[in-house]
């Protein structure tokens, strides 16, 4: 994958439509079209790194404090019980687009998580109502 076919990439430059959440000149969180769960966001570096072996020490740090941000954010708007965290490098690891992210889930007592196959597409109106209770709590 390169940056030119990166869906990421597009979304950082804004060539393709993304429920943003956050920026700063380092990284990008937005919501995930393809939910695990609602409120499913996605933190990834504004430069295209395919994995965690790759990216240099100092923008991991910066992509992680964003990462705790953005918990706290996502816990904080939707009265969450609490939070996953998961990064995924390479095939064998289920990575299905090669510029690092980093998800955040919020969890509730009781949920389970759905199958590969019952992940569902959120529409943008929802996720727009769902990005703005978490930027209200950033």
């Not at 992680?64 to 953005?70: A, D, E, N, S, W």
């Not at 954010?73 to 390479?90: F, H, R, S």
Request: net charge neutral; with cysteine; proline share 3%.
């Amino acid at each position: 994958m390169t940056q030119k076919t990166c869906e990421f990439c597009k979304i950082v430059e804004k060539e393709n439509d993304a429920s943003i959440i956050f920026h700063d000149e380092r990284a990008i969180a937005f919501l995930w079209t393809k939910a695990i769960v609602e409120g499913h966001t996605l933190v990834i570096p504004k430069v295209h790194y395919e994995n965690i072996y790759v990216v240099p020490e100092d923008e991991i740090a910066h992509l992680f404090k964003v990462v705790k941000r953005i918990a706290v954010a996502v816990k904080k708007g939707l009265n969450a019980d609490g939070i996953n965290i998961a990064q995924n490098n390479e095939r064998a690891a289920d990575q299905h687009i090669f510029h690092l992210h980093v998800h955040v889930l919020p969890r509730f007592v009781g949920q389970k998580l759905p199958a590969d196959n019952e992940i569902f597409e959120i529409g943008r109106e929802k996720r727009e109502e769902t990005a703005n209770k978490i930027k209200a709590a950033i």
